[in-house]
């Protein structure tokens, strides 16, 4: 027979006695009791207050944690600066003297409310966003198959082709080689039918001496007349020269004939996935494709815009804004090349510097109004007033704030701002140096990394500092320039890939830079002192030209 008190589908039994039903719960010990045995367990540890329930209501009290610092304790209380749970005797000590105290209950509700947070960003966004890149990285695995089954495809029609024209080669010399060889068996005929020819005319005459030696008739031996000197001289020697097959060589010289590969590389992006969001959630889809440069970009479209230009900021896929030395600020229709509409500076300076936000709305600095000023509906409202300071380049970063980078005299700082509020300001070097150079013409971009990156015309530098500020790097060019001249860098934008780009002013070309840097290569498609740089969520390259009055659209990645 199965024992009652060991088997699955008896009923709860004391953990006393171990014999009778339960009907009790020590709600201070969580010990299960029979009534008979209430007694006893109360004295067992009469120097701790049991709380005794009906068995049925045990679920409903909570499980208080035991005391870490009083045996047989329990904790009903939180010292929120420790950070932990505290019992009766631990408030009695001075241990926790003007230390903030919560009930515990509190704390855990508040802590269950947290982590059912948590929970629900895990299920909703992190692990979606964690099955996209499985997602995204099997569909890269799908792409590379077909990639290379392409280019072995491609190899197999190659060398077919190789493999024909070398098949018409071969049959072209060894056609040359019979027509030579036709020509010098010609030759060599032509001399020996000449020999032979030389040979019976000298039997002929060896007949008419021995004739004429066996006869009696002496007027035969006086009319003979031998042509022995003609024959001495015997005829030219033909040598005739074959020619020699020289093979080319079938190693690097054919292999750089018929085709090489490129070498690979597998780069790694910090920031090269990111969580989706509802607002952001068409770039973070975007911004998780690795795209490769074009061998040779492409001038997509052209917009004439009719006035020199200073900058270009992308309103959308189809709408820039520009501005050029005047007061006016302009939005063209990319692909109509058409001016959509014209906003007047609100002081009626000339623009420093313009940017869309991630809203769509339009800022702008004035330098000489010592303001940044935003366009809402087409009304020019002020969001920042300088006292000392003259701003230059502004942007638009991807937690919505502004970065403003400003000079007086012989200083330059970048001021981080979100909304009119100051947040950072960025000026100085690990050793107390000055990170840029006083005055000149800056524009500034964030990179997807968080680098804040600084086009400094004065220092003929791209300077790049962490989100902290801490410097990272400067970029001063990369030779041989297109036209020879030094660095000068004017619009700076970055990509999808955090790639760092930046108009070179003399040299009338764009440089391409990694986040870490290193030169990538030059975008050289015609531009004419290029000034201004956006971007439009394609990866598309805008340059704003100032000499031509045009902005070109330029495709330069896949």
């Not at 903030?100 to 692990?127: C, D, G, H, P, R």
């Not at 520009?322 to 007047?344: D, E, P, V």
């Not at 509906?377 to 920042?384: C, D, G, M, S, Y």
Request: charged share 25%; hydrophobic share 30%; net charge neutral.
């Amino acid at each position: 027979m199965m024992d009652p008190r060991t088997s699955a589908q008896d009923v709860m039994r004391c953990d006393l006695c171990e014999t009778a039903l339960v009907q009790m719960y020590c709600d201070t010990c969580f010990v299960s009791l029979c009534k008979a045995c209430v007694g006893e367990h109360m004295i067992s540890d009469e120097l701790r207050k049991h709380d005794i329930i009906t068995f049925q209501f045990r679920k409903s009290a909570p499980l208080y944690p035991d005391c870490a610092s009083h045996d047989k304790e329990r904790c009903e209380m939180y010292c929120s600066p420790c950070r932990i749970p505290v019992c009766h005797t631990c408030l009695a000590s001075n241990q926790h003297l003007s230390h903030k105290l919560l009930k515990i209950l509190q704390v855990l509700e508040e802590t269950k409310e947290k982590i059912a947070k948590e929970k629900t960003e895990l299920n909703e966004t992190i692990s979606p966003a964690y099955q996209d890149i499985v997602s995204d990285v099997q569909n890269r695995m799908r792409k590379l198959e077909k990639k290379y089954g392409n280019i072995s495809t491609a190899i197999t029609k190659h060398g077919e082709e190789w493999h024909k024209e070398i098949d018409k080669l071969v049959q072209k010399l060894k056609s040359e080689v019979e027509e030579m060889k036709t020509t010098q068996l010609h030759t060599l005929q032509k001399h020996l039918d000449e020999v032979n020819k030389n040979i019976s005319d000298i039997n002929d005459e060896i007949n008419s001496i021995d004739v004429a030696l066996g006869s009696n008739d002496m007027s035969k031996v006086f009319n003979l007349m031998p042509n022995v000197e003609e024959y001495k001289k015997l005829p030219q020697k033909i040598l005739p020269s074959s020619p020699k097959f020289t093979p080319g060589k079938l190693q690097e010289e054919l292999c750089q004939l018929f085709g090489t590969l490129s070498p690979i590389s597998v780069r790694s992006e910090e920031h090269g996935y990111s969580i989706k969001t509802t607002e952001k959630s068409q770039e973070a889809a975007s911004s998780s494709v690795i795209k490769q440069l074009l061998d040779e970009p492409q001038i997509v479209t052209t917009i004439y815009t009719g006035y020199n230009l200073r900058n270009v900021a992308c309103l959308s896929d189809e709408e820039i804004w520009t501005h050029g030395n005047s007061s006016t600020m302009k939005l063209f229709s990319i692909y109509q090349g058409s001016r959509l509409k014209s906003i007047a500076t609100k002081s009626g300076n000339t623009p420093g510097d313009l940017v869309v936000t991630n809203s769509g709305d339009l800022v702008y600095t004035d330098y000489h109004d010592r303001t940044v000023n935003i366009v809402k509906n087409e009304q020019i409202q002020t969001v920042i007033r300088l006292k000392n300071w003259n701003p230059r380049g502004v942007c638009s970063t991807f937690s919505d704030g502004l970065l403003v980078i400003m000079s007086k005299k012989v200083q330059t700082k970048v001021v981080h701002y979100s909304g009119s509020t100051e947040t950072q300001t960025i000026q100085f070097d690990d050793q107390s140096r000055p990170l840029y150079s006083p005055g000149d013409i800056k524009y500034i971009n964030e990179n997807k990394n968080q680098d804040i990156c600084v086009a400094d015309g004065g220092a003929t530098a791209v300077v790049v500092v962490n989100q902290a500020g801490k410097l990272r790097f400067r970029y001063t060019g990369h030779t041989p320039a297109p036209k020879n001249k030094p660095f000068n860098p004017r619009g700076i934008t970055t990509d999808s890939q955090s790639h760092i780009l930046t108009a070179d002013y003399y040299n009338h070309c764009v440089h391409i830079i990694d986040q870490n840097g290193q030169f990538l290569r030059y975008i050289y498609c015609g531009q004419s002192y290029p000034q201004g740089l956006s971007i439009d969520t394609n990866d598309n390259l805008f340059v704003a030209q100032c000499s031509n009055k045009q902005v070109k659209k330029i495709k330069y990645q896949q």
